[in-house]
């Protein structure tokens, strides 16, 4: 934008100084540099999905900002996600402490969505199915 106000600027100034008079600048006739990118194709599915972990996990951390294993479990297969699809971290350490984040998972085709709860905030990102056929590295089914 400020390279598009830039260019209509100097036209401006370039036709003041010739006495000669330009049309006015739209977004549509900017130089093929200056048009916006296209962005990749997003699965549908995997987008639908992001957007009920992302959406189901910021509603349950303002319930809980530390939720356990099993409230995170049941509230993504309650937004829809099938059990099968769903991978959730421990909530506690092996000496009973609360864990510092906690991880989970939504399979969808050879995708998943991760999301991670920490501090009471998420934060949920898209990365490709492990060889496994799973999201995590062992098992936490």
């Known amino acids: 934008m400020a390279a598009l106000s ?3 600027v100097t036209a ?3 036709a003041a100084c010739t006495g000669t008079s330009l049309p006015a600048s739209s977004p549509s006739s900017a130089p093929s540099s200056l ?7 997003v699965d549908p ?6 957007l009920a972990v992302e959406g189901t996990l ?3 951390v303002t319930a809980n900002a530390k939720p356990d294993r099993e409230a995170v479990r049941a509230a993504l297969v309650s937004a829809g996600i099938p059990t099968a699809n769903v991978e959730v971290s421990d ?3 092996p000496t009973g402490l609360d864990v510092d984040a906690m991880e989970a998972a939504a399979l969808t085709g050879e995708n998943c969505v991760m999301g991670q709860i920490r501090d009471g905030g998420v934060v949920v990102t898209v990365l490709p199915v492990l060889a496994t ?3 995590f590295v062992g098992d936490t089914r």
């Open 6 to 8: 830039v260019l209509a």
């Open 58 to 60: 910021k509603k349950l």
């Open 45 to 50: 599915a995997v987008e639908d999905t992001r």
């Open 133 to 135: 056929g799973k999201c």
């Open 35 to 41: 048009a916006p990118v296209a962005t990749a194709n």
């Open 12 to 14: 401006l100034a370039l």
């Open 91 to 93: 909530s506690r350490t």
